[in-house]
């Protein structure tokens, strides 16, 4: 087991150097353009995928790393440079870690290559969950899956929300209900390929923060898929639903939050590199800012900001490091070590973002200095992949053992 530490080794520190210079040259120059158009920065996630931040060999080594913590400063660094592009960068992964939690080996082989294209043919996937009426309450999913032996197919109906790369994705995995009478624990995932008849996107999304990032419904009128596209193989899921129908309540993970317990650590570690740019921001210009003869952060009013930003972006660093540490060796999160990590990582973006632009005062307002929209940014991080309400539930069922609503 490896040992946790808060000191990252030399292969760390390299990758989290190589990943800022990128963020830096490449990601922080073209932020403000990509936020106002609104589009996918495909020019971007394709240099990306030219020097190999963007492929799927890179995003294996950062999770399969020992320490766990190579997603965590990966995604921190990417987010420092713009959250917007970031999301549009790693977007990919939420549907790449679908595959890792719930398929056979076979079909990890399979599918997750194509998630990412090539260099010269970049593509990008998307994981399609939330529906308009079941966000939060996954077990309210209605979009359904019906299997025809005949012909070893299942047949895909329904609509999905809030999905990033929606529409656009080369491979879209759905989450599906199989079993309504189950409720989540009659749910299964698929893997839909390119060009599957029946997949169409629907209404794209107008955001108020992270507008580079493709945010879509997903439309499934009739999608037929082969059998091996159920992700893990129907005697695994026959199985499982027997046991649910037995009213053996451990029978296996649901198989949206499956993929959310792996992501939420990644998640939180996104949030604190938003947090962290906009700290960097407002400390430079306390120091530089003159009012009344001297640089603002000689008054403590801002100097204690300054302090207390640092403090709950270091603490939710930690909370974040401890549970990308713990899914790394095996250890279960007993506490929902997890979804602290998202939650207090999520509030603290939110939090310090608003404090760097009181302490820019009228500049924070502006478009023309970069914490607006961060601050924008920041607020999806208490809304998606769990609200901080959810995480608060998660947290307190677990150090409670109550089944707490």
Not at 65 to 93: H, Q
Not at 175 to 184: E, M
Not at 233 to 256: F, Q, T
Request: hydrophobic letters at 45%.
């Amino acid at each position: 087991m490896s040992t946790f530490s808060l000191d990252p080794g030399p292969d760390q520190i390299a990758v989290r150097d190589w990943l800022h210079g990128f963020a830096a040259d490449v990601v922080r120059p073209a932020a403000a353009e990509w936020d106002e158009r609104e589009e996918t920065p495909w020019p971007i996630i394709q240099e990306a995928a030219k020097l190999g931040i963007y492929s799927l060999d890179f995003y294996a080594q950062q999770y399969f790393d020992p320490s766990g913590v190579g997603i965590p400063i990966a995604m921190e660094e990417l987010f420092w440079g713009d959250a917007g592009i970031g999301l549009a960068i790693v977007g990919t992964t939420l549907a790449a870690v679908a595959v890792l939690a719930n398929g056979t080996d076979e079909q990890i082989g399979t599918w997750a290559p194509q998630m990412f294209g090539t260099p010269d043919d970049v593509k990008v996937a998307a994981f399609c969950s939330s529906e308009p009426d079941a966000g939060s309450d996954v077990s309210a999913l209605r979009t359904r899956a019906v299997y025809e032996e005949a012909t070893d197919e299942w047949v895909l109906n329904g609509t999905k929300t809030w999905a990033t790369n929606g529409g656009i994705a080369a491979v879209h995995v759905v989450v599906a209900t199989v079993d309504p009478a189950l409720g989540a624990r009659g749910q299964a995932s698929f893997v839909v390929p390119p060009g599957t008849p029946g997949l169409s996107q629907g209404q794209k999304f107008k955001k108020h923060g992270i507008r580079a990032s493709h945010t879509a419904e997903v439309v499934l009128d009739s999608v037929r898929l082969p059998g091996h596209c159920l992700l893990g193989g129907k005697e695994k899921l026959d199985e499982r639903l027997a046991r649910a129908r037995e009213g053996v309540r451990k029978s296996g993970r649901n198989a949206a939050m499956a993929t959310f317990e792996a992501s939420r650590p990644a998640v939180g570690a996104q949030a604190i590199g938003i947090a962290r740019a906009a700290y960097e921001v407002a400390l430079d210009y306390a120091k530089t800012r003159v009012q009344f003869g001297r640089p603002i952060i000689d008054n403590q009013g801002v100097a204690f900001q300054l302090a207390d930003m640092k403090t709950r972006i270091d603490a939710a660093r930690l909370l974040v490091w401890r549970a990308s540490w713990m899914a790394a060796t095996n250890q279960p999160f007993t506490s929902a070590e997890g979804s602290m990590s998202k939650l207090y990582a999520g509030e603290t973006a939110k939090w310090v973002t608003a404090q760097a632009m009181q302490i820019l005062g009228g500049n924070g307002f502006t478009r023309e200095y970069p914490v607006e929209r961060m601050h924008r940014d920041s607020a999806i991080y208490s809304i998606f992949e769990g609200t901080s309400e959810i995480q608060r539930l998660v947290i307190a069922r677990a150090v409670s053992g109550l089944p707490i609503r």
